[in-house]
């Protein structure tokens, strides 16, 4: 009996090229897009919703046209963060003109990401369904023209693998940590598996500093990795030290890294 | 996928896709050289992952509309698989007593989710709120579905 390569007719239902339309549809959609960056670390917790939105603010009072996409499908809070109506359609205009995208805007208020199918096993494809409304995220919003896509990833490194799948190639990062060591071990774990993909490390932001959270997970890190503590933002932080962050975030060196 | 008429050794052709509303998916392909036809169906959880990568069966006829998949799946907040309400607060799907279950369970897989959806149907043009195994008697007399 033949096998599937041997069988030379197409295959009407032409899975393959339909994924191919999906991957050209992100590719075409994200054309007028300058820069993309990843916003990840290893630990919930840190703040990487809270540096996100803030880097992005800063980024558009320095007079650049920005986008954030909240990866953080089953917990977005980017549309409170730049105080987006909940019944705004995407891409919703926030704070100093920031546009986004969240799974926040197709769900009820507090409401959890619950999709229509048999529950039994749902396991097998609700991941398969996320990974599907990351790409939607990605290929189906108008940005227009953008100086920096910022995008907020959840904990863990699902939906940074997920993204590098979607996009074809390993967007750079932007790592976050708090001081604890308990976060640079999760954060390096993140770290490494970012560098083992082939992102740039754009540098560290330390978050929550100066308060009771001891340690130095942001410097070991960066020794570690090579890469720049870009800003340790302290506890209640004003706009100008987000426009710091947004300023030297700009300015950061795009360098190749080798897992150590 | 690719379906193969053994007998022939002839790649069958896709013929057409049915979605039963059930979560099922029925799709024909035919040997063109035999004519033989052969139905592929799937369970929900089948249906459900090859949904799930945003991609059809028999392929798209149209392109997929923006955030095409989020909108038909993502359940917004109200309870997944609900039904729209009626005016009178009622859900559009009736409740199927557990004798009604059980007896649609002998029912045979590849054609379950039809009879369930023709039963389904036939409770909601009358207002009837529970499938009960005298509603699927009554429905079968009239509609014509000895056997079911």
Known sequence: MRTYHQLTDPDRSGLADQIGAQRKRVAERLAGVRRIVAVMSGKGGVGKSYVTAHLARGLARGGRTVGVLDADLNGPTIPGLLQVPHTAQPPAIGL??????????????????AFRGPTAESFVWRGAMEASALREFLGDVEWGSLDILVLDLPPGMQRYIELCDILGNPPPVLTVTIPTPESRDAVRRAMRAAVERGSELLGIVEN???????????????????????????????????????LLMSHAPHTTHHAP | MKFLCVECDQQMAFGERQLPGDGTLAATFKCPKCGRVVAMLT???????????????????????????????????????SAAKGPDGQTGTPHWSVDAQERLARVPSFVRGMVKKIYADYAKERGITEITPTIMDTARAELGLEGM
């Open chain 1, 96 to 113: 100093d003109g920031v546009k986004c995208i969240s799974m926040g805007h197709f769900l009820d208020a507090g409401a959890p990401l």
């Open chain 1, 208 to 246: 929550m500093v100066g308060g009771e959270l001891k340690g130095s997970a942001g410097d070991e890190l960066a020794q570690e990795f090579a890469t720049p503590v870009l800003a340790r933002i302290p506890w209640h932080p004003t706009d100008v030290v987000w426009d710091q962050v947004a």
């Open chain 2, 43 to 81: 369970n929900p959880m089948e249906t459900q992952l090859v949904s799930s990568l945003g991609v059809e069966i028999g392929g798209r006829t149209v392109p997929a509309e923006p955030f095409e998949m989020v909108r038909t799946f993502v359940t917004d907040g109200q309870p997944a698989l």
